[in-house]
């Protein structure tokens, strides 16, 4: 084979292939979303949490600089936020003495778990940094505030 044929047949094979790579970035080829990452939240309360009334939890996707500006009143907002806030994952009605289990898909980010008490201690809430090892947290509820976070 000489090597003008040879060099033809090499162009009309790399060609197709050069024009949908460079097309695919050219156009903005749209990012696949990252995979899943689902999680599993048990939350624990005592008979005497929240002075044994019930209580709401919420559950959502925020940054640590939110998070630490944000005060119990601007959160508790975002319970009953009509329509929904597009950041909440789930709010959930506890019980107290009781035990709850929750799954979700935490989108590979950073969440952060308020529990609004009646009368809320100094750890009304919680940051957890996205760990892409650790697929499970357990709460610990004590009576005004979160008493542990495995």
């Known amino acids: 084979m000489n090597f003008k044929l040879l060099s033809k047949l090499t162009a009309l094979l790399l060609v197709p292939f050069l024009l949908t790579s460079c097309l695919g970035w050219f156009f903005g080829e749209e990012e696949l979303p990252p995979p899943e990452h689902i999680v599993t939240v048990n939350i624990n309360s005592r008979s005497d949490t929240n002075s044994g009334r019930l209580m709401y939890i919420l559950i959502r996707h925020v940054s640590r600089k939110a998070f630490v500006s944000e005060d119990y009143d601007t959160v508790s907002q975002k319970v009953f936020a009509d329509p929904p ?57 004590a009576s005004r505030q979160i008493l542990t976070i495995e």
């Open 85 to 141: 806030d597009s950041s909440v994952l789930v709010q959930k009605l506890i019980i107290p003495g009781q035990s709850i289990q929750l799954t979700l898909d935490d989108k590979r980010k950073d969440i952060a778990i308020y529990c609004f008490f009646s009368n809320p201690g100094k750890f009304w809430n919680a940051f957890i940094p996205f760990d892409p090892e650790k697929d499970e947290h357990t709460i610990e509820l």
